[in-house]
């Protein structure tokens, strides 16, 4: 409950200021919820001086929150909160660890990432907001699009030394692309040395939205675990990762 205690703390203890958007004139109207219970039984208490309250219950304040809209919605009604965006998702370790107050902001073509999440009772702007079957039909699009993650393993024909997987690496990070992107702060490359692995990434180029590359190599096999796009953008680093290892003298055949 460490997020719900905070959310209700900078909303004054226990009222949450809301906004009302009517579906068809548009005109704006106030009202306060109160949130109740504890997860697995939580509760939203909607009070305005337009409508009647409105109590909903469910397992997390996320869904408390859709159990709301969906009953503000026969009324024609839109909540102006940040869990009503299109592009909201709320999901995975942020939502159980927050009780469902914070979620992702998501694009397509893109997974989440944890410093794009928001506090779902802030305000949002109308032309966000849209219906319950409106943000459900954008997380099936945005489902869609995500590009592909594969997986490829390869054993060596002979043990290899730490030193050989160290200059593996650096001749990775010598890549001249890689070089000037991580200069320009456009992206981030990650070794990190756990016992007999060498881990390997290379993290989010908003260039290349997913070109998004994982290795652990260890003295007799490395894995590999890629998420790049599409299928051209993959051959050309497996084409590149092989010229790193034969150079040092590694010889093995990747396989999904």
């Known amino acids: 409950m460490i997020f719900?205690?905070?959310?209700?703390?900078?909303?004054?203890?226990?009222?949450?200021?809301?906004?009302?958007?009517?579906?068809?004139?548009?005109t704006i109207h106030e009202g306060e919820i109160i949130l109740t219970g504890d997860y697995p039984n939580c509760g939203i208490l909607f009070t305005s001086s337009i409508i009647r309250d409105i109590k909903v219950k469910g397992h997390d304040y996320y869904q408390c929150l859709l159990n709301l809209r969906i009953e503000l919605e026969k009324q024609k009604y839109y909540i102006l909160c940040q869990g009503a965006r299109r592009d909201l998702s709320c999901g995975g370790m942020l939502r159980q660890s927050s009780d469902g107050c914070l979620a992702y902001v998501i694009r397509l073509g893109e997974y989440c990432y944890l410093d794009e999440d928001v506090e779902i009772f802030d305000y949002a702007e109308p032309d966000l907001v849209v219906s319950v079957k409106e943000q459900e039909e954008f997380h099936k699009l945005h489902g869609q699009s995500l590009p592909e993650i594969i997986n490829y393993y390869a054993q060596f024909s002979e043990?290899?030394?730490?030193?050989?997987?160290?200059?593996?690496?650096?001749?990775?990070?010598?890549?001249?692309?890689?070089?000037?992107?991580q200069r320009k702060n456009l992206l981030s490359i990650l070794n990190v040395i756990e016992g007999d692995r060498l881990l390997f990434k290379v993290l989010n180029t908003p260039d290349r939205p997913h070109w998004n590359i994982e290795l652990e190599i260890y003295n007799d096999s490395i894995k590999v675990i890629l998420t790049l796009g599409n299928d051209r953008n993959r051959e050309i680093f497996l084409t590149f990762l092989n010229q790193q290892l034969s150079l040092n003298g590694v010889l093995c055949q990747l396989e999904k």
């Open 4 to 26: 719900t205690y905070i959310k209700l703390e900078k909303m004054s203890k226990d009222k949450i200021e809301i906004s009302l958007m009517h579906i068809l004139d548009r």
């Open 159 to 181: 043990s290899i030394s730490s030193q050989t997987r160290e200059n593996i690496i650096d001749r990775l990070c010598s890549h001249s692309d890689w070089q000037l992107l």
